[in-house]
């Protein structure tokens, strides 16, 4: 027979057991919620960061870090690719799982995205020359959206704003634009000759903000193109992420302040005063990972005297291909050539 005393050891024992095992599943409780809640911190604050970094980026904030620059574009890439895949599926349901798109299409221009965006610069008082551009290559009305439909090339000529904001120059452009609605107007860019360089990198900015493109070209307004030479060297360097495409040369700098070509920061250059390889400006296109670079870096990228050069300069420390590609020398008209100067 047990005594009272080892009865009371067991009832002891076993009261022990349930308090220890409540204890245990207590702290287990309270170790789920406390990873749960990390974890759904740790979401809370890389949403916050993304719209913190998206938010400096629209703002032209320039103390942006490497690393906050690639976490910025595979943010950016994501919802791209998101994007692109939704409209595959829905565009496969329609069509029994075969898009027309992609069916029709001759392999000669990329199905998902557009290929180009082609900025022509122009300026006030040169009605005639875009007159001239627009019946010699760029279409107008349908046409050109059916460019960009069928081809994916997208082109508008650019011009900033009067430093009269407001003056019958900024209404000429409206009224012309409304009748042919073909022009990128910068409303934060003055439009004068000193300011071609800025205008150029305003160019960039705003088209990368609103196009995904796989180039951005800018073209001047004298200059006439061949769109599908274009379009066919163009997709031939899909595969260069980083390529800086024209007719590449260098050149002496002018510090001479009467030469035409006179460059007030001569001094930069060195004793030999030789500018940099660089595309010429009357025809080139930069890949979109460099237009996206430039737009990032808007606030702290510097301009020189011509738009070229400044372009050239942006991409001097960047593990960046130039394409000398002698189809974008507009000298003289050539068969397979880009283009040719008026």
Not at 257 to 285: C, I, L, M, N
Request: net charge neutral; proline share 1%.
């Amino acid at each position: 027979m047990r005594s009272r005393g080892s009865q009371n050891r067991l009832s002891g024992n076993s009261f022990g057991s349930r308090v220890s095992a409540l204890i245990f599943t207590m702290i287990a409780t309270m170790a789920t919620i406390y990873v749960a809640g990390r974890l759904w911190q740790d979401a809370e604050n890389r949403v916050y960061l993304i719209e913190q970094l998206e938010k400096r980026t629209s703002q032209g904030h320039s103390a942006v870090s490497v690393d906050d620059t690639l976490k910025i574009l595979a943010c950016r890439e994501q919802k791209k690719k998101l994007f692109d895949l939704e409209t595959e599926l829905s565009a496969a349901r329609k069509e029994g799982f075969v898009s027309k798109q992609l069916s029709a299409n001759d392999g000669k221009y990329p199905t998902k995205k557009t290929l180009s965006v082609i900025g022509v610069m122009t300026t006030f008082g040169r009605k005639k020359n875009r007159d001239a551009v627009r019946k010699a290559w760029m279409p107008s009305g349908a046409s050109l959206k059916n460019l960009a439909d069928e081809k994916g090339i997208i082109v508008r000529f650019v011009i900033g704003r009067s430093a009269n904001r407001g003056d019958s120059l900024d209404k000429e452009i409206e009224k012309e634009n409304s009748q042919t609605n073909d022009f990128i107007i910068l409303d934060n860019q003055v439009e004068a000759v000193e300011e071609s360089a800025k205008k150029t990198k305003s160019f960039f900015i705003y088209a990368v903000d609103n196009w995904d493109a796989e180039f951005y070209a800018k073209v001047n307004d004298d200059v006439y193109v061949n769109l599908d030479s274009l379009g066919v060297v163009l997709t031939s360097h899909l595969d260069k992420p980083r390529a800086y495409i024209g007719c590449m040369k260098s050149g002496e700098v002018f510090s001479e302040p009467t030469h035409q070509w006179h460059e007030p920061d001569w001094w930069k250059f060195g004793d030999g005063k030789s500018y940099f390889r660089h595309a010429s400006g009357e025809v080139y296109a930069i890949s979109k990972a460099l237009a996206q670079f430039i737009s990032i870096n808007r606030s702290i990228l510097r301009t020189y005297a011509h738009d070229d050069i400044s372009t050239g300069s942006w991409f001097i420390g960047l593990d960046v291909i130039h394409v000398d590609e002698n189809k974008f020398c507009c000298s003289s008209w050539s068969t397979g050539a880009i283009c040719a100067a008026v």
